[in-house]
């Protein structure tokens, strides 16, 4: 499959502004647009934004929560986006975790991985135009059809996955698969259990594609840069799905020092555990050519579509990154 490179959605400080970089970055080549959902923007009001000002970009969710739309409400905002850029739509779907799904939302985060599994089953159903006829573990739809066209082509499905029984699942399920704040030497690691994944439904593992975000920051000032992103990384990886999976990426030390913290509830604990050394392993940090050098290796670790996600304060800084590491 060949690379691509990709842009991340949305930027501060609201709609317009993820539609006006929507619209420079399909201007500077960008293949494809990626959509975040984590208490910013609605991200199928950002894509439909999106495709309103783009002609050829593709542009996919990356990803949302398996647990705080409803399958009927996934379907219908998917195909409104679709409908809205034919073709060119994606839907990432992931599991989440429970800061979003049971803290901020009061939903019980239980057996995730069934629930991307019955979610993604259930929403193709429905977007091939069934009628929905479903009762699994964790969710129950019966009776909803799709009120308007059936998209044409099929819109591809991804999962967003971190460890190995969600990447398996990825490589047995979806189209594609969503990767997000790993060290490049992870990476054949994750890779692997998408081929086992694939291997199991008699699937070719080559056809599903690899996206993945990357924090990237292009700067000299390297220590604020790095201040930015272990603010942004502490709390994440003091999640319980996200702990585990840096202590499985080699962070082992670090993982439990932060979770320590956490519910010591003492944040410069945690801040101090994430320390230089893994800030400068999961984000990209430098000069812009530095920046391009550190996505191509993960390109060569596997990964076939790198997604920019510029850390800035503002639409100005965050545009100015997307044009230095214009493809």
């Not at 410069?268 to 391009?292: K, N, Y």
């Not at 996600?309 to 800084?317: F, K, L, M, Q, T």
């Amino acid at each position: 499959m060949a690379t691509r490179l990709a842009a991340s959605l949305p930027i501060p400080p609201d709609v317009p502004a993820s539609q006006r970089a929507a619209q420079r970055a399909e201007e500077l080549g960008y293949e494809s647009l990626w959509i975040a959902d984590s208490g910013g923007p609605d991200p199928f009001v950002v894509a439909a934004a999106a495709a309103a000002v783009t002609k050829s970009v593709r542009i996919g969710t990356a990803v949302i929560p398996a647990y705080t739309r409803t399958p009927p409400v996934i379907s219908s905002a998917a195909a409104s986006c679709a409908a809205l850029a034919p073709g060119r739509f994606i839907l990432g779907i992931g599991a989440s975790s429970e800061n979003i799904v049971q803290k901020w939302s009061g939903i019980p985060f239980q057996r995730p991985l069934s629930r991307v599994r019955e979610t993604v089953s259930t929403v193709r159903s429905i977007l091939a135009g069934h009628k929905s006829d479903f009762s699994g573990r964790t969710l129950q739809s019966q009776g909803y059809r799709l009120q308007m066209p059936i998209p044409d082509p099929a819109i591809p499905i991804h999962v967003g996955a971190l460890g190995p029984p969600m990447l398996e699942l990825a490589g047995e399920i979806a189209d594609g698969v969503t990767l997000n704040m790993m060290p490049v030497e992870a990476v054949p690691r994750m890779l692997e259990h998408v081929r086992i994944g694939a291997a199991r439904a008699g699937r070719d593992a080559d056809a599903i594609e690899v996206v993945a975000r990357f924090m990237v920051c292009i700067t000299d000032d390297r220590d604020g840069a790095r201040a930015m992103m272990r603010a942004f990384f502490g709390p994440y990886f003091a999640t319980s799905v996200y702990n585990r999976f840096v202590s499985w990426c080699g962070f082992e030390e670090e993982a439990a020092e932060i979770r320590a913290g956490w519910e010591a509830r003492d944040r410069a604990r945690v801040g101090a555990a994430v320390g230089d050394s893994m800030i400068d392993r999961l984000a990209v940090i430098g000069s812009a050519e530095e920046c391009r050098e550190r996505l191509e290796a993960f390109r060569a670790a596997g990964v076939t579509t790198p997604m920019v996600n510029p850390i800035a304060g503002d639409e100005a800084s965050a545009i100015a990154m997307l044009e230095a590491l214009a493809p």
